[in-house]
């Protein structure tokens, strides 16, 4: 699986941003979809997902961002989008889109449950 994360940039704090994840893939659909981020001198953690149609395409945040983050996902063109509203000082970090066929609802949120990787897009949010 070949992904491609854009949509990172300079933001002031309350501002939204959107970042999209293209995915060269058949069968998109039964794809886990997540993204991470890595901020500076931090380890990389788990942002949201969004199940394929196996796991009725459920979505799962960390606490930090629900209510400000929304993830979706388009089949018909194997994109998923995170929409990142009410931007703070730490949500900035390099944000990277992941893919995992295999993962289970238990390991959702862990890095090491992905197998495929975009490149990172970085996010700055000013105050």
């Known amino acids: 699986v070949q992904l491609q994360a854009s949509g990172g940039g300079l933001v002031q704090a309350g501002d939204s941003l959107r970042l999209s994840c293209a995915a060269s893939?058949?069968?998109?659909?039964?794809?886990?979809m997540a993204w991470f981020r890595q901020a500076p001198g931090k380890e990389r953690e788990f942002v949201a997902a969004i199940r394929g149609g196996g796991g009725g395409y459920s979505m799962h945040y960390v606490d930090s961002v629900k209510g400000r983050f929304g993830i979706s996902r388009d089949n018909s063109k194997n994109t998923a989008t995170l929409q990142m509203n009410s931007l703070k000082d730490e949500d900035t970090a390099v944000y990277f889109c992941a893919a995992s066929r295999t993962v289970i609802l238990s390991a959702l949120r862990r890095d090491q449950s992905y197998t495929d990787w975009g490149q990172g897009t970085l996010v700055t949010v000013s105050s």
């Open positions: 893939v058949l069968n998109f659909r039964v794809y886990t």
